[in-house]
């Protein structure tokens, strides 16, 4: 199984900021679409971001303009930087790569990383 290893949670007050880092093996980076999930306490995994293959983005609603998804294929990292945290957005966040090829799919998840953002 790959490994994907995430940093860069931690606790924040509300209103600050935060960068989450996903590292990826180069093998998958160069072939995966990529994203963001989150699950809150008692909370089912919620999707948050997914950047493609070819740079393109997508955001769930309750994080538009607040939240941005990047990939540097430099460093095979994807990123997320997070602004204007809200008590709300405490999660642990996991990091996703996926791509298929012509007989299955592939999907990779990350271990997490806890955010905690204090009102």
């Known amino acids: 199984q790959a490994q994907l290893v995430e940093s860069g949670g931690g606790l924040v007050q509300a209103g600050g900021s935060l960068r989450l880092s996903c590292a990826v093996p180069a093998s998958i980076f160069r072939v995966a679409d990529m994203g963001w999930y989150r699950q809150a306490p008692g909370k089912q995994r919620e999707w948050v971001a997914a950047?493609?293959?070819?740079?393109?983005?997508n955001y769930a609603d309750f994080v538009k303009v607040r939240f941005t998804i990047s990939r540097d294929s430099a460093k095979n990292t994807m990123y997320l930087q997070m602004n204007s945290l809200e008590p709300e957005d405490t999660a642990v966040y996991y990091c996703?790569?996926?791509?298929?090829?012509?007989?299955?799919?592939?999907?990779?998840w990350g271990q997490g990383t806890q955010v905690t953002v204090s009102s």
């Open positions: 996703n790569a996926n791509f298929k090829t012509s007989w299955r799919s592939y999907n990779y």
């Open positions: 950047i493609t293959i070819r740079g393109t983005t």
